[in-house]
């Protein structure tokens, strides 16, 4: 999921970049990209590892698409997971996700202050 995420925050990463940013090794992200594909995301390398246009995000409505992907994983997890296992997991993903998701954009609009910040200093 790391890696997902990683290209979806940034497409166009490099192997080298996205491993990084995923914190994995080039190998470890080479093997997953291949898990993620048989999975059903379709993650293209294209000017850098792009995922966006496949999921519909750069659309004009991405809170739209970012819940079809949100749905896509729960699919996919139905799918590889016992049913009660499954449900214990979408049941903590419920709880947990609000304060990820919060987490997620103040960190954003803070790398966004900041970057402002220097280019007025710069």
């Known amino acids: 999921m790391r890696i997902l995420a990683a290209v979806i ?3 166009g ?3 080298n970049q996205l491993a990084s940013r995923a914190a994995v ?3 470890t992200l ?3 990209l291949g898990v993620l594909r048989r ?3 379709p993650v293209t390398f294209r000017d850098g590892y ?3 246009e496949s999921l519909g995000l750069d659309g004009p409505n991405p809170a739209t698409s970012l819940g079809a992907v949100y749905e896509h994983q729960l699919e996919l997890l139905r799918q590889q ?3 009660a296992l499954a449900d214990q997991v979408q049941a903590e993903l419920e709880a947990e996700a609000p ?3 919060a987490a997620i954009v103040a960190a954003v609009v803070e790398s966004q202050v900041r970057l402002r910040s220097r280019r007025r200093e710069g």
């Open 9 to 11: 925050r940034e497409p």
């Open 13 to 15: 990463l490099k192997p």
């Open 25 to 27: 090794s080039e190998s």
């Open 30 to 32: 080479f093997r997953d």
């Open 39 to 41: 999975q059903g995301y």
């Open 50 to 52: 792009q995922l966006q």
């Open 81 to 83: 997971l016992p049913s």
């Open 99 to 101: 304060a990820a998701l």
